[in-house]
């Protein structure tokens, strides 16, 4: 069974989030071993910097990259990703499958994103769309992802 890692900088505070997130996590478990981490997100004043900004994606970087298991593949998500369908993500994580990779770990960054560090260790940057989204609503939006990418790749309707 595949394992599925993801990465998160920020703590959902949120009750509707942390249901579905339970949800799709509650789903997953039958097609793949699931953790989420939660890293905690570093505090900036109402208007940073751009230097503020940058040394705190710094410091969330390093906490990252603490976290990464040594085989895992690494997919960031970013803006500057490549938008995939779903059917798109379901044969990426076939593919990776096929060729002997057991983990799979999803990074998200917190509201000023991931540092360019880290996604410069990534195997793979996926964007869920040009449109912004909460850090915490994209969450929720990739376990539905990942969880429609398991349907898909085993064949049953849940995919329209």
């Known amino acids: ?3 599925v890692t993801i990465l998160c900088v920020g703590k ?21 071993k699931l953790e989420i981490t939660e890293l905690s997100e570093e505090r900036l004043p109402e208007d940073p910097s751009p230097a503020q900004i940058e ?13 990464l298991p040594p085989a895992a593949m690494v997919i960031a998500l970013c ?7 779903s059917e798109e993500l379901a044969r990426l994580m076939a593919d990776s499958a096929s060729r002997g990779v057991s983990h799979l770990v999803f990074l998200i960054g917190g509201s000023f994103g991931l540092h360019p560090s880290v996604k410069a260790l990534a195997a793979v940057k996926l964007s869920m769309s040009p449109m ?13 992802q990942i969880y429609r990418a398991y349907q898909i790749n085993a064949g049953t309707r849940y995919h329209k």
Request: with cysteine.
């Open 1 to 3: 069974m595949q394992k």
């Open 12 to 32: 959902l505070k949120e009750k509707f989030y942390a249901d579905a997130v339970s949800e799709y996590s509650k789903r997953l478990s039958r097609f793949c």
């Open 55 to 67: 040394a705190a994606l710094s410091k969330e970087a390093d906490a990252i990259r603490a976290k």
């Open 79 to 85: 803006v500057e990703g490549k938008t995939r369908s």
């Open 132 to 144: 912004t989204f909460p850090h915490h609503l994209a969450r929720v939006m990739l376990l539905e």
